[in-house]
């Protein structure tokens, strides 16, 4: 089995465990219309909340039922998310917005204790470089571990007492490069 995998010219990765043959695929997955019990009095805290996938989690959020919604970011909110924002506000929802980076513990601490009764943690911040693997070099992969791990190793440690209904962490894209 082993020969006619190497033999065949399509480059697929190919696994073999207990005598049968796995592949990598990725397929769609959708959420279930509610997988997520949410506490319309409680806080969501999205890191990476106002870029793209904040954004979209912050809806989804909100069509679950979430009306107080922190989004975290490093800088102040684009045009769109400023839209984006309003919208939320528009609909209900109490929303602050922060400028500070999920890694810093200190900050990060400071904004925690502005939000009484945080019932969920998001961590979809992440810094986006496209480099091919031989253009990696430390400071890009510094900056990378800096907001995926630093940031999910201070929020595990500012809300490891807290009573979360969810805590949820985005991989980076890097997983699908």
Do not use: C, Y
Not at 60 to 78: D, E, N, Y
Not at 87 to 108: N, W, Y
């Amino acid at each position: 089995l082993a020969l006619a995998e190497l033999a065949a010219a399509d480059g697929e990765q190919v696994a073999w465990r207990g005598g049968k043959r796995h592949v990598a695929r990725l397929r769609e997955e959708r959420l279930n219309a509610n997988p997520a019990k949410i506490d319309a009095d409680g806080w969501m805290l999205i890191t990476g909340g106002l870029g793209g996938l904040g954004q979209r989690v912050a809806r989804w959020l909100f069509a679950q039922g979430a009306r107080h919604i922190a989004l975290l970011g490093r800088s102040g909110p684009t045009v769109e998310a400023l839209e984006a924002i309003e919208a939320l506000r528009q609909g209900g929802a109490e929303v602050k917005v922060f400028a500070v980076d999920v890694a810093d513990e200190t900050a990060l601490g400071e904004v925690l204790s502005q939000l009484p009764g945080l019932l969920g943690v998001v961590h979809a911040a992440g810094v986006v470089e496209r480099r091919s693997f031989e253009g990696l070099n430390a400071d890009a992969l510094t900056r990378a571990l800096r907001a995926k791990v630093a940031g999910a190793r201070a929020l595990d440690k500012l809300t490891r007492d807290a009573e979360l209904d969810l805590f949820w962490l985005f991989s980076s894209i890097s997983a699908l490069w």
